[in-house]
């Protein structure tokens, strides 16, 4: 059975960091892609961040250059640093992957950046 549980989110003023995590169970993690959704209200599920299993990362535009996503193997576990932090980053934000043909999200976890 494949789970992704996100942790880490919470209230955090514009300008702060908060670090996200996300642990897998019941894919081969180290060889799988990782990716970070954020879904603000009354908008789209957009993709914000990638990892690939040789570490290689992709960021969408609007987080390039304040956001980290990285991957810890070991325990099966992928990680997202938010730096800089701003308002409109306020979202519910999934962890997600694409494991024998199927796509796997988490429950995701809420992040709210007051101004």
């Known amino acids: 059975q494949v789970q992704l549980v996100e942790s880490g989110g919470g209230l955090v003023q514009a300008g702060g960091p908060l670090r996200l995590s996300c642990a897998a169970s019941g894919i081969s993690f180290n060889t799988n892609v990782m990716n970070w959704y954020r879904q603000a209200p009354g908008k789209q599920r957009e993709l914000i961040a990638a990892i690939t299993s040789g570490g290689t990362t992709n960021y969408a535009d609007s987080v390039k250059g304040r956001f980290t996503i990285s991957r810890d193997n070991a325990k099966n576990t992928v990680y997202l640093q938010m730096n800089s932090l701003k308002p409109e980053d306020t979202a519910v934000y999934y962890c997600?992957?694409?494991?024998?043909?199927?796509?796997?999200w988490g429950q995701g976890t809420q992040v709210t950046v007051s101004s």
């Open positions: 997600n992957t694409l494991w024998l043909f199927r796509n796997y």
